[in-house]
């Protein structure tokens, strides 16, 4: 089992930053893959990027040279640094943990991302 801590999002300015936290209950390097997804209302969660164990990511075109994943493993930690928001980035935000040989998906709560024109 893991649970999953968002934190980080607001309201913002087009063009501004945010920086997404995700702290995990449980140590990440037991964790197969960790990634961000995001919701917009009315549309599918999709995607944004993803971090594996060994350090691998990889980022949705629409946000790539915008967003950053990184991870903490002494904090236990994944974040996703946002910079030159756009409108169009305002969703709701999840932290994911992919976890186990026969991967189980964990979810977070989510961390509201509203970007103002």
């Known amino acids: 089992q893991v649970q999953l801590v968002e934190s980080g999002g607001g309201l913002v300015q087009a063009g501004g930053s945010l920086r997404l936290s995700c702290a995990s209950s449980r140590s990440i390097f037991s964790i197969n893959v960790m990634g961000w997804y995001r919701q917009a209302p009315g549309k599918q969660r999709e995607l944004v990027a993803r971090?594996?164990?060994?350090?691998?990511?990889n980022y949705a075109d629409s946000v790539k040279d915008r967003f950053i994943i990184s991870r903490d493993n002494a904090k236990n930690t994944v974040c996703l640094q946002i910079n030159n928001l756009k409108p169009e980035d305002t969703a709701v935000y999840y932290c994911?943990?992919?976890?186990?040989?026969?991967?189980?998906?964990?979810w977070g709560q989510g961390t509201q991302v509203t970007v103002s024109s």
């Open positions: 994911n943990a992919l976890v186990g040989y026969n991967p189980t998906d964990y």
């Open positions: 971090i594996t164990r060994g350090g691998s990511t």
